[in-house]
């Protein structure tokens, strides 16, 4: 092989087999080439579709914190408010009637006192017998009343029925 120049036969015909399997090899590569630039093209636009999507429910997630914060606020003053108010109303009542309220609230589920409607006790719903309407009709007007079915304090009205 002088001056690079292939003399024998046969390692010519080596060379172009060798040229041929390349040739067919680098044709393979460029395929797999185009496989992998398709995939990535697919990944990429993927990735976008689920960096905007994300966005979007960071904005909605802050969007919701800000408003349940905002809603937090609000309930915790009405609470604020609600608790200067019971604290007013409960300073006019006298302290046994008081104590007697917070018995039965503590056992009615938060409820301790009803109004008594068109016989019925606004506490459980249930229309009072004629007795106790009668009962109730005849106490005095600063006399404490109680439903005979939830025991609550029953509060009347003009609209009590009795
Ligand atoms: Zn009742």
């Given at each position: 092989m002088d001056k690079g120049l292939v003399t024998n036969p046969k390692d010519l015909e080596r060379m172009q087999q060798?040229?041929?399997?390349?040739?067919?090899?680098?044709?393979?590569?460029?395929?797999?080439?185009?496989?992998?630039?398709?995939?990535?093209?697919?990944?990429?636009?993927?990735?976008?579709r689920l960096t905007a999507r994300l966005a979007e429910i960071d904005a909605r997630a802050g969007a919701l914190t800000q408003s349940r914060d905002a809603k937090a606020g609000e309930t915790t003053a009405q609470v604020e408010r609600a608790t200067a108010d019971r604290k007013v109303t409960a300073s006019g009542v006298p302290a046994d009637l008081l104590a007697l309220y917070d018995r039965i609230r503590a056992q009615k589920g938060g409820v301790g006192a009803a109004v008594l409607r068109q016989r019925r006790c606004g506490g459980c719903s249930l229309e009072l017998t004629a007795a106790d309407l009668g009962s109730i009709a005849k106490a005095p007007a600063d006399e404490v009343v109680r439903c005979e079915e939830c025991q609550r304090i029953l509060v009347r009205t003009a609209e009590s029925g009795v």
């Amino acid at each position: 092989m002088d001056k690079g120049l292939v003399t024998n036969p046969k390692d010519l015909e080596r060379m172009q087999q060798e040229l041929v399997s390349l040739s067919r090899r680098i044709g393979e590569l460029e395929d797999t080439e185009l496989e992998v630039m398709e995939e990535l093209e697919t990944a990429q636009a993927e990735h976008a579709r689920l960096t905007a999507r994300l966005a979007e429910i960071d904005a909605r997630a802050g969007a919701l914190t800000q408003s349940r914060d905002a809603k937090a606020g609000e309930t915790t003053a009405q609470v604020e408010r609600a608790t200067a108010d019971r604290k007013v109303t409960a300073s006019g009542v006298p302290a046994d009637l008081l104590a007697l309220y917070d018995r039965i609230r503590a056992q009615k589920g938060g409820v301790g006192a009803a109004v008594l409607r068109q016989r019925r006790c606004g506490g459980c719903s249930l229309e009072l017998t004629a007795a106790d309407l009668g009962s109730i009709a005849k106490a005095p007007a600063d006399e404490v009343v109680r439903c005979e079915e939830c025991q609550r304090i029953l509060v009347r009205t003009a609209e009590s029925g009795v």
